[in-house]
Each structure stands twice: as structure tokens, then as C-alpha cells.
């Protein structure tokens, strides 16, 4: 048995105007200047087995737990795959021991959520609300085994959730439980979740407002830049210091980006951290090119009032979608457009 109820109410959310570098790059944002985000439902549910795959209770849960809402590009092909692995990774567990569960569990995680872009942005604003939303309840929530990850379990004890681990090797027979669905498209937060989000986390910020930083993916296997390097040495020029956060705790990302008076880096994970930017900072990002669903760091920078510009680096590999290809940052251009900006924001000027 599964009921199904109003979490949350549809919205119309409204990002700043942008300084385009060209009048052409109005493609890339226009489509979430302004954005309508629709009612979100939560699910309580009787009875039901579930499994480190994710939740085989009714096909609305399951596309919701795929992400159908936030995909971007090639949907329908996408929607068609992700639904056949999910149903075959299913029949993978079909005949595996079960365990009773006597207790309420959240599900609050969806395929996407093993990311730090994705826990972070998505899902703890999510739990922050039901933790508000349902305050006469005890929160435990299920996490698969591959969401065992320091910084999803350090944000848990943060936030004082509790939480119990499925084995993959069982199937779980739920008494009784609720499934939170997405409360946005991934990328395109609701205002006062985000700022809720840091409200949370502002025990680990800096009171310092002058770090120049800039948020490196050279230790990555893919979305890179291939003259990461070069560009470093640029930066170093005007005092910037080089961060490679998948290095760095949960606690020192947060304390780092906000102490931050400019942070440069590519559109990527490391780039979430500027949810801790402080009011009258400056974000740059260095997005791919002709990607016009990139633009959760400018929803981002328009929630926190921090001043957003980018700049589009060229794609390397050109046969490959924008997760998966490598960029390159024209730095004699870079250094034309924003050689006299970066001057003013070190040396107080204003713009």
C-alpha cells in the first residue's frame, strides 16, 4: 500500500541578470532566468522491499529515484536505459535473503546521490526540510552501501541523523516508510533551501573574506582542463592559491570557499562548494561550451547574491558529452576579458 502527499508547492524562481562576455552567450542562460519548479510529493508506504538498487515499490517512485526530472539531452533514450538497468540490476537481487525491518525508514537518496555535487546540492537541503517537515518523527534514513562516503556520513553527524546501511546482499522487507521525492531539478535549487543548507553548516565558516582560490580538476579522470597547469601559473601571477578539494575534508571545503573573495574553477563537483560563498563575493566558472543546461553554479551565485561572471573554455573531445570530454581555457583570452576585473577585485576597486 502506498499514499502519496504534498511535500512541498510548485514555485517560480527568478536568477539575476548576467553580464554576457557575447550577446550569443544568451543561449546558455535563458532558459533558467526565470524557472517554474513543481510540487514535489513524498510517498509513505506500507510493506514493501527494497535493496541497496533502490526502491521497487511503484514506477513513480522509481522515476523519481532515476532522476527522470533532471536529465538534460537524448531524454527519452536516457529515461529508456536507465529504466532497463534498473530493472535488470533488480533481477540481479530477486533471489537473495530477505530481512524484516519493524521500524520506519526515509529514503531520501536517488541514483545520483554517491556524487558530492548531487549529496550536497540536492540531497541535504532535502533533509534539512524533512527534518522540519516531520519533526514529531524520528529521522532514520536508509543509505545503500556504496553511500558509506566521509563526507555523506560527516554531513549526516553534523546534521545529528541517524541512519541504518542496507547490505547488498539482501532484500529488506519495510513495514513502513516514506519516500522523499526530488524537491528540484537537480541544478536549480529553491532559494531558501540553499540558504537553510548554510545556516546548517555556518559553525565551519571563515570570518575571513580575502582567499583567491581556484578550484583545480587536474586530479581527475575526466571534465578536465588539458592546460590546468598553465592556467595555475596564470592565477599564481595574481595570487591565487590552487585547491584540489576532492583532498580535503568536508569541513575544510566548507571553511576554505567561505573565506573566499574570488574563486575560479570548471564547472565540475569542487565547484558546489561555492554554496558557502559569502554576499559581494565573485564566482568565475569556466563552463563548456554550448551547454546550456550548466547552470546550477550560476543559480547558485545568484541565490547567495555573489557576483557570477564565466567564461567558456572549447571542448577537446569532441565526440563526448559534457560529462565525460575535456575542455581548454584560451588564457590569453581569459586574461583579456578579465585582467582588469581581477585587478579591481584584489585591490578593492570597484567594477
Known amino acids: 500500500m502506498i499514499h502519496k502527499y504534498l511535500l512541498i508547492g510548485n514555485e517560480i524562481v527568478k536568477r539575476n541578470k548576467i553580464k554576457l562576455i557575447d550577446k550569443k552567450d544568451i543561449v546558455l542562460f535563458e532558459k533558467d532566468r526565470k524557472k517554474r519548479i513543481t510540487d514535489s510529493y513524498y510517498f509513505k508506504f506500507y510493506n514493501k522491499i527494497l535493496n541497496s538498487n533502490g526502491p521497487m515499490m511503484s514506477f513513480e517512485i522509481i522515476f523519481d529515484y532515476l532522476g527522470f526530472k533532471s536529465l538534460s539531452k537524448n531524454i527519452l533514450f536516457k529515461k529508456i536505459l536507465l529504466?532497463?538497468?534498473?530493472?535488470?540490476?533488480?533481477?540481479?537481487?530477486?533471489?537473495?535473503?530477505?530481512?524484516?525491518?519493524?521500524?520506519?525508514?526515509?529514503?531520501?537518496h536517488n541514483r545520483n546521490s554517491i556524487g558530492?555535487?548531487?549529496w550536497m546540492l540536492d540531497i541535504l537541503p532535502k533533509l534539512i526540510f524533512?527534518?522540519?517537515?516531520?519533526?514529531?518523527?524520528?529521522?532514520?534514513i536508509f543509505l545503500s552501501e556504496n553511500l558509506k562516503k566521509k563526507f555523506i556520513l560527516k554531513s549526516l553527524s553534523i546534521l545529528k541523523i541517524k541512519y541504518k546501511i542496507l547490505?547488498?546482499?539482501y532484500n529488506y522487507l519495510l513495514k513502513r516508510g516514506y519516500y522523499i521525492s526530488e524537491i528540484y531539478p537537480s541544478g536549480n535549487p529553491r532559494p531558501k533551501l540553499i540558504i537553510d543548507l548554510k545556516r546548517k553548516f555556518s559553525t565551519f565558516f571563515s570570518k575571513k573574506k580575502k582567499r583567491l582560490i581556484y578550484i583545480s580538476r587536474d586530479h581527475s579522470?575526466?571534465?578536465?582542463?588539458?592546460?590546468?597547469?598553465?592556467?595555475?601559473?596564470?592565477?599564481?601571477?595574481?595570487?591565487?592559491?590552487?585547491?584540489?578539494?576532492?583532498?580535503?575534508?568536508l569541513e575544510e571545503q566548507i571553511?576554505?570557499?567561505?573565506?573566499?573573495?574570488?574563486?575560479?574553477?570548471?564547472?565540475?563537483?569542487?565547484?558546489?562548494?561555492?554554496?558557502?560563498?559569502?554576499?559581494n563575493t565573485h564566482l568565475i566558472e569556466l563552463r563548456p561550451e554550448k551547454d546550456?543546461?550548466?547552470n546550477c553554479f550560476y543559480s547558485i551565485a545568484s541565490i547567495n547574491r555573489v557576483n557570477?561572471?564565466?567564461?567558456?573554455?572549447?571542448?577537446?573531445?569532441?565526440?563526448?558529452?559534457?560529462?565525460?570530454?575535456?575542455?581548454?581555457?584560451?588564457?590569453?583570452?581569459?586574461d583579456k576579458k578579465f585582467k582588469k576585473k581581477l585587478n579591481n577585485i584584489i585591490n578593492g576597486i570597484k567594477n
Do not use: P
Open 83 to 108: 529504466l532497463l538497468l534498473f530493472l535488470f540490476n533488480q533481477t540481479k537481487v530477486i533471489f537473495k535473503n530477505k530481512k524484516i525491518l519493524n521500524y520506519e525508514l526515509f529514503i531520501i
Open 116 to 118: 558530492y555535487f548531487h
Open 130 to 140: 524533512i527534518k522540519n517537515k516531520f519533526k514529531n518523527k524520528k529521522i532514520i
Open 167 to 169: 547490505l547488498n546482499d
Open 221 to 249: 579522470n575526466r571534465r578536465k582542463l588539458t592546460n590546468d597547469t598553465k592556467f595555475q601559473k596564470y592565477l599564481k601571477r595574481y595570487g591565487f592559491t590552487t585547491y584540489h578539494m576532492e583532498k580535503k575534508s
Open 255 to 279: 571553511e576554505i570557499c567561505s573565506s573566499a573573495k574570488i574563486i575560479i574553477g570548471f564547472y565540475g563537483a569542487g565547484l558546489v562548494n561555492s554554496i558557502w560563498m559569502k554576499k
Open 292 to 294: 546550456k543546461f550548466a
Open 308 to 334: 557570477y561572471n564565466y567564461f567558456v573554455c572549447k571542448k577537446i573531445s569532441k565526440f563526448k558529452s559534457t560529462t565525460f570530454a575535456d575542455y581548454k581555457v584560451d588564457i590569453k583570452t581569459f
